[in-house]
């Protein structure tokens, strides 16, 4: 799977139809209109003499299922394996790093008996 690649799905929950698709071939599908979702209160600014602008989230795209015409929304699906390949390389490098940390002391706790060893026993 190529990295600029997405994988989206459609699931209804009532009827549990389902499709899974890179999103090219949803045009066959009737998609229901919507509009942003006010998140904060217009507020006025008695400096400024006018109004400040609120602020607006955009929904997901919906659908209507085909099958019993329920709404459906369109959800990307992660890459499982890449996100698992990742963080088994980040569990590989902090052992290899824990090891290498512990062989640096190994040898510098070596040293010091070596030093310690050389002046006690002159």
Request: glycine share 4%; with cysteine.
């Amino acid at each position: 799977m190529t990295d600029g690649y997405k994988i989206f799905q459609l699931y209804c929950d009532r009827c549990h139809w389902k499709k899974i698709t890179n999103g090219e071939d949803i045009g066959s599908l009737y998609e229901i209109k919507t509009s942003s979702i006010q998140t904060s209160l217009p507020k006025y600014d008695d400096v400024a003499k006018k109004t400040v602008e609120t602020k607006f989230q955009k929904q997901n795209r919906k659908f209507k299922c085909p099958s019993c015409g329920h709404s459906v929304i369109l959800k990307q699906i992660t890459d499982t394996q890449k996100s698992l390949d990742a963080q088994k390389e980040i569990e590989k490098r902090t052992t290899e790093r824990k090891e290498l940390e512990e062989s640096i002391l190994r040898e510098q706790n070596r040293r010091e008996y070596e030093k310690k060893d050389r002046i006690e026993g002159s």
